[in-house]
């Protein structure tokens, strides 16, 4: 046995684990870059029109497939486990990466867009985003399960990280591809519209496959393993990483927390789940991935030379933003940085509308001001709603509620993302200033809500959710 723990042991299981996080931002992100070219392809279709609203839907449908996968991902993490499950979804990643870059094989024509290939490449994107899904719930819930308390905020943001340095990664990716076929700074439309999109989605293969080979080389949860009767491998992880005298205390500890295997969902009352709920809809109704996907659109329709550089800069100012989080989550807790983000979130939105108040573009505040505004927005969010709402997620819920009441709260956060994605072109259409103070409400309203109804769980061990809510 282990006398000491490992934080080695810890970290490389942790490492392999958040690459999950970072296919989940690839796979989210990778749109931003290639959606224009895609745009484009499908607008030459002669067997039907490709609208914006089309466009909206092909944009968004990787969405569908996280609906689906976050659904499914309870069921999953409990009949598999957690590491097969995210094997799965390293599988799904690899499929999708190739099919959305020849949606033709085996039934189309290639280069001949139609109704029937659109559908088809929804498929891919679909099929990817199931991964997303599987990933988006199970890695946190996997990192949560495995760190020791006093680090578990901290590992659990570093998936946050993950997802965003995935973001970046895929914005410089999706950069160097269009510099390379850009002459005098204008992109080469044809190459775009019949490779270069194919090509921004194809290079996700790479980092999924090698997550697929890894997630085979690290342990199940030490929580699923004693939940499932294997008290000597779970033993076993637990003293890896916490020292055998340890481990034998957080052992007894996970089964006094489980007098049953399962427990009904509301065993711990409505509130609990409703909570778990509205952290993940609000970390999608302040609206931050309709920046980020169509964050290179709007940079240009305010102006910006060459938005995709803005897009790569963004993406820096979110990484370090995003360590801020991951420095602060265990010394400053939970609450007080998702109000202070959803304070700066407000803020960051409210600029963006008085830019588009005062005529946008044409108006009298230069681009700068917009996206400058939108930076404070992004990075509000940052180092609050994106990495704490998933350490909420992860550790909020009892034991033997937490693999159903994970897979609830993720579904309900990808809803919340179709939603706010696939209607942010229209509601652009309709009125930008208007779009902007929804969002700003919003926000205003997710700070007062974490401060009424959000409980503080830094320094509490898993097995304190069930005293926390306690069995009602």
Known sequence: MFMNGSKTYLFSIVLVAVIGGLLFGYDTAVISGAEKGLQAFFAAATDFTYTDGWHGITCSSALIGCIIGSALSGLLATRLGRKKSLFVAGVLFFLSALGSWYPEFLFFNYGEPSFSLLIAFNCYRILGGIGVGLASAICP??????????????????????????????????????????????????????????????????????????????????????????????????????????????????????????????????????????????????????????????????????????????????????????????????????????????????????????????????????????????????????????????????????????????AFQWISNFIVSSTFVSMLNWSPSGTYSIFGIVCVVAAIFVWRLVPETKGKTLEDMTKLWGRK
Do not use: C
């Open 141 to 410: 819930m996997y990192i949560a399960e495995v760190a020791p308390a006093n680090m578990r905020g901290t590992l659990v943001s570093w998936n946050q990280f993950a997802i965003i340095f995935g973001q970046l990664v895929v914005y410089f990716v999706n950069f160097v591809i269009m510099k390379n076929h850009t002459i005098l700074d204008v992109v080469d439309a044809d190459w775009y519209m019949a490779t270069g999109w194919r090509t921004m989605f194809v290079s996700e293969g790479f980092p999924a496959g090698i997550f697929a080979l890894l997630i085979l080389a690290v342990p199940e949860t030490p929580r699923y393993l004693a939940l499932n009767g294997s008290d000597d491998k779970a033993l076993h992880v637990l003293s890896r990483i916490n020292g055998e005298e340890k481990a034998k205390g957080i052992l007894a500890e996970i089964h006094e927390s489980a007098v049953e295997k399962t427990e009904k969902l509301f065993t711990y009352g409505f509130l609990v789940i409703f909570v778990g709920i509205m952290v993940s809809v609000f970390q999608q109704t302040v609206g931050i991935n309709a920046v980020l996907y169509y964050g290179p659109r709007i940079f240009e329709e305010m102006g910006m030379d060459n938005p995709m550089t803005v897009q790569v800069i963004m993406g820096i100012v979110n990484i370090s933003f995003t360590l801020l989080a991951v420095f602060t989550v265990e010394k400053l807790g939970r609450k007080p940085l998702l109000i202070v983000g959803s304070l700066g979130m407000a803020v960051g939105a409210f600029g963006v509308m008085i830019y588009f108040m005062l005529g946008g573009f044409e108006g009298s505040l230069p681009g700068m001001f917009a996206a400058t505004s939108i930076m404070v927005y992004t990075a509000s969010f940052m180092f609050s709603w994106g990495p704490i709402a998933w350490v909420l997620i992860a550790e909020i819920f009892p034991n033997t509620i937490r693999g159903a009441a994970v897979a609830i709260a993720v």
